[in-house]
């Protein structure tokens, strides 16, 4: 992936020693300028800066390789500080199958998400049953469906307008028929009806209850990385009305920002387990934070060897 924005930082820190030749305020002040660019918000950019100003001082920062390695170690402790880093890991069920919701508007991504993190698991040799929990619109059952076949993948639907807690009690009963490993629900996500929206995932948590003995081993919400900011208010919204485990990035290739990463992880606190990186199955990847930072600052060379 190509973050441009990103890159921006880089060179800036790059030139610092080459060009004008010392860290002054009107660096910090360019510093800013390309770190909101690039998709982080205010809040989180005056922390880096604050904490680069810290270290400019006391670690006596001499060079554009020591300004950007302090830089990269900043993003790093963000995206892996302990509230999230003890949520990173995927959590798998006790018992089998593990059942993971997912959640989020419409268009973020969500049932091209499933789809892929079902070929995702397949190809790990886990059997992936997909629970049609979106039973609010039938193109949205028959949208699973399609992404089912195409990946060879067992689904259990019920028509449209059907109940959703209903559906997830069959796929959790079908899983276990099965010997699935996961069952993946899809599920409706109606912001303007957050009431609603609340007492559905409130029976699924509870059928999840009486049939597994616990709840969902993980919510993921799944927001699109080219809406900046928005998704940040989204997840908001959504954290509001369900508890979001973690969250799924889709879309990242089609931004050349990346900070929104960054962004996400500092106001949430929820750490992303996976990013989508294009429309086929297999254009997935389970989060790495330091290979992101990273990639992030990758010089134009190296991120143009594929990963
Ligand atoms: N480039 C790109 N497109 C994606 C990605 N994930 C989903 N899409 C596209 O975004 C659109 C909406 O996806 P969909 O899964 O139907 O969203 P849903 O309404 O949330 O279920 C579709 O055209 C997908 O192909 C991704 O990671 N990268
Ligand atoms: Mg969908």
Redesign the pocket.
């Known amino acids: 992936m190509r973050f441009g924005f990103f890159k921006n930082v880089a060179n800036k820190v790059r030139q610092l020693f080459t060009g004008r030749g010392k860290i002054d305020e009107d660096f910090f002040e360019e510093l800013e300028t390309l770190l909101i660019q690039s998709d982080v918000n205010i809040h989180t950019t005056l922390t880096i800066l604050e904490d680069l100003r810290a270290a400019v001082r006391t670690e006596k920062l001499e060079s554009s390789e020591q300004v950007l390695e302090h830089l990269k170690r900043s993003l790093t402790a963000i995206l892996t500080q302990p509230e999230i880093a003890q949520k990173q890991p995927l959590k798998r069920g006790e018992t089998s199958p593990t059942l993971y919701l997912v959640v989020?508007?419409?268009?973020?991504?969500?049932?091209?998400?499933?789809?892929?993190m079902s070929h995702y698991f397949s190809s790990k040799g886990s059997k992936v049953l997909l629970a049609a929990g979106?039973t609010f619109r039938a193109a949205?059952i028959d949208?699973?469906e399609i992404w089912a076949k195409r990946t060879n993948t067992d689904i259990v639907k019920h028509k449209e307008g059907s109940d959703p807690a209903a559906v997830i009690f069959d796929a959790i009963r079908a899983g276990r028929a099965r010997g699935a490993d996961y069952v993946i629900a899809?599920t409706a996500?109606r912001l303007h009806n957050r009431a609603h929206l609340m007492e559905e995932l409130k029976k699924i948590n509870r059928i999840a209850e009486r049939e597994l003995g616990r709840l969902p081993d993980e919510t993921l919400l799944?927001l699109?990385?080219?809406t900046g900011q928005n998704a940040l208010s989204q997840a908001k919204q959504f954290m509001g009305a369900v508890a979001v485990t973690g969250l799924i990035l889709?879309?990242?290739?089609?931004t050349a920002k990346g900070g929104i990463v960054i962004t996400l992880a500092n106001e949430l606190k929820l750490p992303i387990k996976f990013?989508?990186?294009?429309?086929k199955p297999g254009?997935?990847e389970e989060f790495d934070p330091r290979k992101f930072v990273e990639g992030l600052f990758e010089t134009d060379n190296k991120s143009d060897t594929p990963t």
């Open positions: 989020g508007v419409n268009g973020v991504g969500k049932t091209t998400s499933i789809a892929k979106d949205a949208q699973l899809d996500g799944v699109d990385a080219t889709a879309k990242l290739d089609g990013i989508g990186t294009g429309e254009d997935i």
